[in-house]
Protein backbone atom coordinates (compact mmCIF):
# COMPACT_ATOMS: atom_id res chain seq x y z
CA UNK A 1 0.00 0.00 0.00
CA UNK A 2 1.24 3.57 -0.80
CA UNK A 3 0.76 6.47 0.92
CA UNK A 4 1.02 10.23 0.43
CA UNK A 5 3.11 12.70 1.75
CA UNK A 6 3.60 16.16 1.19
CA UNK A 7 6.97 17.98 1.01
CA UNK A 8 7.07 22.04 1.93
CA UNK A 9 10.57 24.45 1.06
CA UNK A 10 10.95 27.50 -0.11
CA UNK A 11 11.86 28.22 -3.50
CA UNK A 12 13.20 31.46 -5.03
CA UNK A 13 12.97 32.12 -8.73
CA UNK A 14 14.13 35.61 -10.62
CA UNK A 15 12.78 36.50 -13.82
CA UNK A 16 15.14 37.72 -16.02
CA UNK A 17 13.62 37.12 -19.16
CA UNK A 18 13.20 34.69 -21.67
CA UNK A 19 17.08 33.13 -22.27
CA UNK A 20 18.74 35.87 -20.70
CA UNK A 21 21.98 35.51 -18.07
CA UNK A 22 22.89 37.96 -16.86
CA UNK A 23 26.85 37.51 -15.71
CA UNK A 24 28.42 39.93 -13.05
CA UNK A 25 30.59 42.59 -14.91
CA UNK A 26 33.97 42.38 -14.18
CA UNK A 27 36.50 44.47 -14.74
CA UNK A 28 39.86 43.76 -17.10
CA UNK A 29 42.93 44.38 -15.56
CA UNK A 30 45.16 43.24 -18.81
CA UNK A 31 46.96 45.84 -20.84
CA UNK A 32 44.61 47.06 -24.07
CA UNK A 33 46.22 45.75 -26.93
CA UNK A 34 48.18 42.08 -27.87
CA UNK A 35 51.19 40.61 -26.88
CA UNK A 36 53.36 40.63 -30.96
CA UNK A 37 53.09 37.11 -32.46
CA UNK A 38 57.42 37.05 -32.15
CA UNK A 39 56.95 37.51 -28.31
CA UNK A 40 54.63 34.85 -28.37
CA UNK A 41 57.03 32.43 -30.69
CA UNK A 42 59.84 33.18 -28.07
CA UNK A 43 57.91 31.60 -25.44
CA UNK A 44 57.37 28.95 -27.71
CA UNK A 45 60.53 28.12 -27.70
CA UNK A 46 61.72 28.38 -24.64
CA UNK A 47 58.90 25.98 -23.53
CA UNK A 48 60.00 23.59 -26.48
CA UNK A 49 63.40 23.79 -24.68
CA UNK A 50 62.44 22.82 -21.49
CA UNK A 51 60.36 19.81 -22.43
CA UNK A 52 63.43 18.34 -24.88
CA UNK A 53 65.95 19.19 -21.87
CA UNK A 54 63.27 17.66 -19.21
CA UNK A 55 63.25 14.59 -21.19
CA UNK A 56 59.09 14.65 -21.59
CA UNK A 57 59.75 15.03 -25.40
CA UNK A 58 62.47 13.17 -27.14
CA UNK A 59 62.54 15.80 -30.09
CA UNK A 60 61.29 18.13 -32.12
CA UNK A 61 59.67 15.56 -34.42
CA UNK A 62 57.68 14.43 -31.50
CA UNK A 63 57.02 18.42 -30.92
CA UNK A 64 55.75 18.38 -34.32
CA UNK A 65 53.60 15.56 -34.44
CA UNK A 66 52.35 16.79 -30.89
CA UNK A 67 51.43 20.22 -31.97
CA UNK A 68 50.08 18.96 -35.61
CA UNK A 69 52.39 21.17 -37.16
CA UNK A 70 55.13 20.29 -39.72
CA UNK A 71 58.73 19.44 -38.50
CA UNK A 72 60.02 23.11 -40.26
CA UNK A 73 57.65 25.38 -38.48
CA UNK A 74 59.03 23.50 -34.97
CA UNK A 75 62.77 23.98 -36.30
CA UNK A 76 62.19 27.44 -37.09
CA UNK A 77 60.55 28.36 -33.99
CA UNK A 78 63.24 26.64 -32.37
CA UNK A 79 66.12 28.44 -34.24
CA UNK A 80 65.06 31.39 -32.35
CA UNK A 81 67.04 30.59 -29.33
CA UNK A 82 70.22 31.26 -31.32
CA UNK A 83 69.80 34.32 -30.63
CA UNK A 84 71.85 36.45 -27.58
CA UNK A 85 69.85 35.93 -24.42
CA UNK A 86 69.37 40.22 -24.26
CA UNK A 87 67.66 39.63 -27.52
CA UNK A 88 65.42 37.01 -26.16
CA UNK A 89 64.20 39.02 -23.66
CA UNK A 90 63.87 41.95 -25.34
CA UNK A 91 61.66 40.18 -27.79
CA UNK A 92 59.48 38.80 -24.78
CA UNK A 93 58.71 41.64 -23.74
CA UNK A 94 58.39 43.81 -27.02
CA UNK A 95 55.40 46.86 -26.27
CA UNK A 96 51.71 45.74 -27.05
CA UNK A 97 50.36 46.03 -30.03
CA UNK A 98 47.36 48.11 -30.58
CA UNK A 99 46.43 48.41 -34.02
CA UNK A 100 47.18 47.19 -37.18
CA UNK A 101 50.09 44.37 -38.03
CA UNK A 102 53.60 43.92 -34.85
CA UNK A 103 56.26 46.16 -36.41
CA UNK A 104 58.88 43.12 -35.67
CA UNK A 105 58.00 39.85 -37.75
CA UNK A 106 59.63 36.38 -37.33
CA UNK A 107 60.71 36.69 -40.86
CA UNK A 108 63.00 39.58 -39.65
CA UNK A 109 64.35 37.68 -36.85
CA UNK A 110 65.23 34.43 -38.62
CA UNK A 111 68.39 35.95 -40.34
CA UNK A 112 69.67 37.52 -37.26
CA UNK A 113 69.21 34.29 -35.27
CA UNK A 114 70.94 32.37 -37.75
CA UNK A 115 73.98 34.66 -37.23
CA UNK A 116 76.45 33.26 -34.77
CA UNK A 117 78.05 36.32 -33.31
CA UNK A 118 75.86 37.74 -30.72
CA UNK A 119 77.44 40.96 -31.08
CA UNK A 120 76.79 41.05 -35.02
CA UNK A 121 73.15 40.35 -33.69
CA UNK A 122 72.79 43.24 -31.70
CA UNK A 123 73.96 45.34 -34.35
CA UNK A 124 71.43 44.11 -36.56
CA UNK A 125 68.76 44.45 -34.34
CA UNK A 126 69.34 47.77 -33.03
CA UNK A 127 68.23 48.70 -36.98
CA UNK A 128 65.68 46.75 -36.69
CA UNK A 129 64.02 47.42 -33.05
CA UNK A 130 61.04 49.73 -33.03
Known amino acids: MTSAFTIECRVHFTNRGRGSRKRPTRQSTAE???????SRLMALAMRFDELIGSGQVTD?????????????????????????????EEILFLPRTHRGRDPIQLRHLLPIAAIPDWGKQRSRWKSLAP
Do not use: T
Open 32 to 38: PGRVPRV
Open 60 to 88: YAELARLGHVSRARVSQIASLLGLAPDLQ
